[in-house]
Every structure is written in C-alpha cells, then in structure tokens.
C-alpha cells in the first residue's frame, strides 16, 4: 500500500512500533535519510532482508526517493 508523506508522518508520530527501510544505495542513505531508518539497498534485498527484518509479523514500510 502507498502511503503519501503525511500518512508517514502519522505512522512514525502514532508511536506504534514501526520499521522504516530506506531502498536506496548505501552513498544516498549515507548523505540523507529518516530518523531510525535502517538501509536495505534494493538490489540487495534478497540478501539482507531476512537478516535485518526478523519479524514477520512487524509494521514495515520501505522508502526511496521520488522526483514528485
């Protein structure tokens, strides 16, 4: 499901538990990314999401960057 930025803003402000995952290479999440964001580059996913996302049943929600 998309979510707009302030659907986002929501989520993260509810204090529900939530995992943000920034999609973008390593040198982006690097420069800039969300607060207690954690950085699973797309193109490595198959690889690193069983080990950084554990939890099956947690409240995830992944983010790159749009030019809209």
């Known amino acids: 499901m998309n979510k707009t ?4 803003k929501a989520a993260v402000d509810s204090g529900r538990p939530i995992t943000l995952v920034n999609a973008l290479p390593e040198e982006y999440f690097a420069l800039s990314h969300l607060a207690n964001s954690i950085n699973i580059p797309y193109e490595n996913c198959d690889q690193l999401a069983a080990a950084l996302l554990p939890d099956k049943k947690a409240e995830i929600i992944v983010y790159c960057m749009n030019s809209k």
């Open 5 to 8: 930025r302030d659907e986002l």
